[in-house]
């Protein structure tokens, strides 16, 4: 397929509205909300995160909205499911 991109962010070392601002015009960006924020944050926060980072992103391209990894039980379900409804908003806009 040819295709380049870089998945897994962490907050703490380079969040992924950094990354896509510096290498978004070469490689994809995937994922990218860390797994910490998804597993305290409250999911309206996750949810409010999710948008600003598709509107960040979606008239640029070479974005994939997801976590910074899989999704383990440990991430309350109420919060994934707002960064899912957040993309599912979103793309309704």
């Known amino acids: ?21 510096w290498w978004h015009e070469r ?3 995937m994922g990218g909300i860390d797994m910490d924020f998804l597993a305290r944050k ?24 997801g976590s910074g990894n899989s999704i383990p039980e440990f991430i309350p379900m109420e919060n994934y499911m707002a960064m899912l409804r957040a993309a599912s908003d979103f793309n309704s806009l």
């Open 27 to 29: 490689i994809a960006i």
């Open 42 to 65: 409250t999911p309206g926060k996750v949810y409010q995160r999710a948008i600003k980072l598709l509107e960040q992103t979606s008239h640029k391209g070479g974005f994939a909205l």
């Open 1 to 21: 397929m040819k295709l380049d991109g870089k998945h897994s962010f962490e907050d703490g070392i380079y969040p992924v509205e950094e990354a896509f601002d």
